[in-house]
Nanobody, 114 residues
Framework: QVQLVESGGGLVQPGGSLRLSCAAS????????MGWHRQPPGKQRELVAF???????NYADSVKGRFTISRDNAKNTVYLQMNSLKPEDTAVYYC????????WGKGTLVTVSS
């Protein structure tokens, strides 16, 4: 069983930055692939970024060059550094852990607005 808690969301102006964190409970964090997803208002949830247990990363085209996913296995935490934020990045951001089962956090709201 893995519990995930996201933090770091909030209101930011266009062009600004935020860093999201996702803290995981339980053991074997290092064996999980970890992802960040987002769900904009009125739209479906979409994958933003993913990092494998080995540290390989993948990004949605819409965030390449602006967002960076990383993980700290000693802290059981995965991060999403978001730079050059745009209004269309406004969404609830969720992290998930992918192993034999998939676990989800409850999300954190990011609002990009002037």
């Amino acid at each position: 069983q893995v519990q995930l808690v996201e933090s770091g969301g909030g209101l930011v102006q266009p062009g600004g930055s935020l860093r999201l964190s996702c803290a995981a409970s339980g053991s074997r964090f290092s064996t999980y692939g970890m992802g960040w997803h987002r769900q904009p208002p009125g739209k479906q949830r979409e994958l933003v970024a993913f990092i494998t247990s080995g540290g390989n990363t993948n990004y949605a085209d819409s965030v390449k060059g602006r967002f960076t996913i990383s993980r700290d296995n000693a802290k059981n935490t995965v991060y999403l550094q978001m730079n050059s934020l745009k209004p269309e990045d406004t969404a609830v951001y969720y992290c998930n852990a992918v192993g034999l089962l998939v676990y989800w956090g409850k999300g954190t709201l990011v609002t990009v607005s002037s």
